[in-house]
């Protein structure tokens, strides 16, 4: 599924490399800690998270990760758009939390 | 050509507490990687073992180096600091164990899986530490 249709039907709100979107998600995480997503997301997946600290570009760039979903409303900082945008990592935040989230793109037959 | 020839070598500084430009290194060895058409899964484990090796500079030692080489045969990072070094290096290697503060872990890290996945993710996997001093890890990843 395209990256596009996802941030509409779960309306999100892209707040970084809104040029970046059209992109097909093979997959997806959910996991809060960095080495985790490291060892065990896989490329081109969608990962929800409620870090919003710089630190998660970084990751997110080396997994090739096709987007982030910070989850609970939360804002990240200024590094860590400014971040995204450098690194062409799509920036994406919802008010649900992560159970929501990861249930609604499993429904849209998204899996891990 | 002689197995051991280096065909490509780039040394990397890493500063600690500089999470501005933290991972830089990790992409650089990476896309380098990518360029030159090495396989995904040696690209992956490539991956997770000089984050791993990079963050845990950045969390917790003053500065440290990072050099990366590549032979026909494998790729070799070479990661040494100068930091306060692991009293116990066989506990530090347990997965989940981790010095972490509140602070680290609010930024994701601190799972205590960093040592560990490196030596899974490794073909050869050394590490010598020397409290007061520093760490030093020896890192292959074989390309066959
Ligand atoms: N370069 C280093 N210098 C000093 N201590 C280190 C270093 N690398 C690892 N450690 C120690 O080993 C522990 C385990 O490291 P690791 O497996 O990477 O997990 P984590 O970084 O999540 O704690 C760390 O919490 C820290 O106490
Ligand atoms: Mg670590």
Request: proline share 3%; hydrophobic share 40%.
């Amino acid at each position: 599924m395209n990256l596009k249709q996802i941030i509409e039907k779960l309306n999100l709100k892209v707040i970084a490399a809104e040029d970046s979107v059209d992109v097909e998600v093979k997959g997806g995480y959910v996991s809060d800690l960095l080495s985790d997503v490291m060892a065990n997301a896989r490329n081109k997946s969608i990962w929800i998270t409620l870090q919003m600290h710089q630190n998660i570009i970084a990751v997110a760039s080396l997994k090739e990760i096709a987007g982030i979903i910070i989850v609970n409303g939360r804002k990240p900082d200024e590094e860590t758009i400014k971040k995204a945008e450098e690194q062409k990592i799509p920036l994406l935040l919802s008010d649900l939390p992560a159970f929501e989230i990861a249930g609604m793109l499993y429904s849209m037959g998204i899996s891990g | 050509m002689n197995n051991n020839s280096v065909l490509f070598e780039e040394d990397f500084k890493i500063k600690g507490w500089d999470f501005t430009n933290a991972g830089e290194a990790s992409l650089k060895i990476k896309n380098y990687l990518k360029e030159v058409g090495i396989a995904e899964n040696i690209l992956k484990r490539v991956a997770i073992t000089s984050y791993e090796a990079e963050m845990n500079i950045v969390l917790y030692a003053k500065e440290g180096t990072i050099n990366f080489k590549v032979t026909p045969k494998k790729v070799l990072l070479e990661v040494k600091d100068r930091g306060p070094g692991i009293e116990d290096v066989e506990l530090a290697m347990k997965e989940g164990y981790s010095t972490a503060t509140e602070e680290i872990r609010n930024m994701g890290f601190g799972a205590g899986m960093g040592l560990p996945n490196i030596k899974k993710n490794a073909d050869m996997f050394v590490i010598k530490s020397e409290p007061g001093k520093g760490t030093k890890l020896n890192i292959e990843v074989y390309l066959k």
